[in-house]
Nanobody, 123 residues
Framework: QVQLVESGGGLVQPGGSLRLSCAAS????????MGWYRQVPGQERELVAN???????EYADFVKGRFTISRDNAKNTVYLQLASLKPEDTAVYYC?????????????????WGQGTQVTVSS
């Protein structure tokens, strides 16, 4: 009911920067929380950062001061600016959106995940 399209991943050298985007579409009434998670093969998916509708954000300790999450409510889009990247930041990054959508005549709460975008930090 919510479609998410991610973009912005790629290969970057240590110390470099990337910007990830995730655009949500569908019969969206409102979006509460938007977030970014990451996953390395063989490990559990972990929270990187999330942001709620008033702009309040929280970050995992391992990205504080390096990554910045933001959102454009008019575009239903969440961004993650990655800076000072380290090889250990290599992972597939997923966006997650917690939204209220129209399901017929009802409003329904949904949680949706993006398809994932690969971020590789290597020299």
């Amino acid at each position: 009911q919510v479609q998410l399209v991610e973009s912005g991943g790629g290969l970057v050298q240590p110390g470099g920067s990337l910007r990830l985007s995730c655009a949500a579409s569908g019969k969206i009434v409102s979006i509460n929380e938007m977030g970014w998670y990451r996953q390395v093969p063989g490990q559990e998916r972990e929270l990187v950062a999330n942001i709620i509708s008033d702009g309040s954000a929280e970050y995992a300790d391992f990205v504080k001061g390096r990554f910045t999450i933001s959102r454009d409510n008019a575009k239903n889009t969440v961004y993650l600016q990655l800076a000072s990247l380290k090889p250990e930041d290599t992972a597939v990054y997923y966006c997650r959106v917690d939204a209220i959508v129209m399901g017929g005549v009802w409003k329904i709460g949904t949680v949706s995940w993006g398809q994932g975008t690969q971020v590789t930090v290597s020299s």
